[in-house]
T-cell receptor, first 112, second 112 residues
Framework: NAGVTQTPKFQVLKTGQSMTLQCAQD?????MYWYRQDPGMGLRLIYY???????DKGEVPNGYNVSRLNKREFSLRLESAAPSQTSVYFC???????????FGSGTRLTVV | DQQVKQNSPSLSVQEGRISILNCDYT??????FLWYKKYPAEGPTFLIS?????DKNEDGRFTVFLNKSAKHLSLHIVPSQPGDSAVYFC???????????FGKGTSLLVTP
């Protein structure tokens, strides 16, 4: 089925470890996004990529880096994980002249 | 600064009755509004949207109303069903915006 695929679905990290969250979409969308969801905080934008080759910071970019590898893939990297980065991370894509997003199923990350 | 506000964290409604979820926004440049629905352990899914040139949009049991002068929109679900129990996010964007702005969400519980 067409959509947004995120891997892994779950991850536990120790403080200071690094990891990359992967996201791929097969809808030929230009724009891709990374959000985090925390209790009582809603969805907050970490980084976005309006098109292949461009990336920009969102509301909460500190502690993260991103790579738009190609039109399909947009990865999120935590270089040195901190407990404050414990969250559920969602990747989304948008395109076709519509503002709405298609979301992945999320990655639940715990940093201990 | 939160530009999209959902002031009710939770709402409980009996099956068959109307559910009304509210959303306020502060940015007068927003001209497109969306509602997303999220079940636990899944990504948000698009529910319904409305452009600022309209004041109402209907899709089956779901209707979104927009009051631009009050910077307020609401989602009506009639009749409510237990399967509607989920977190509902309001989102908004303007022409010059680069990403959707989300509210913190309202958790709806529909009881039998």
């Amino acid at each position: 089925n067409a959509g947004v695929t995120q891997t892994p679905k779950f991850q536990v990290l120790k403080t200071g470890q690094s990891m990359t969250l992967q996201c791929a979409q097969d809808m030929n969308h230009n724009s891709m996004y990374w959000y985090r969801q925390d209790p009582g905080m809603g969805l907050r934008l970490i980084y976005y990529s309006a098109s292949e080759g461009t990336t920009d910071k969102g509301e909460v970019p500190n502690g993260y880096n991103v790579s738009r590898l190609n039109k399909r893939e947009f990865s999120l990297r935590l270089e040195s994980a901190a407990p404050s980065q414990t969250s559920v991370y969602f990747c989304a894509s948008a395109g076709g002249g519509w503002y709405g997003y298609t979301f992945g199923s999320g990655t639940r990350l715990t940093v201990v | 600064d939160q530009q999209v506000k959902q002031n009710s964290p939770s709402l409980s409604v009996q099956e068959g009755r109307i559910s009304i979820l509210n959303c306020d926004y502060t940015n007068s440049m927003f001209d497109y509004f969306l509602w997303y629905k999220k079940y636990p352990a899944e990504g948000p899914t698009f529910l319904i949207s409305i452009s600022s040139i309209k004041d109402k949009n209907e899709d089956g049991r779901f209707t979104v109303f927009l009051n631009k002068s009050a910077k307020h929109l609401s989602l009506h679900i009639v009749p409510s069903q237990p399967g509607d129990s989920a977190v509902y996010f309001c989102a908004a964007i303007g022409d010059s915006g680069y990403a959707l702005n989300f509210g913190k969400g309202t958790s709806l519980l529909v009881t039998p």
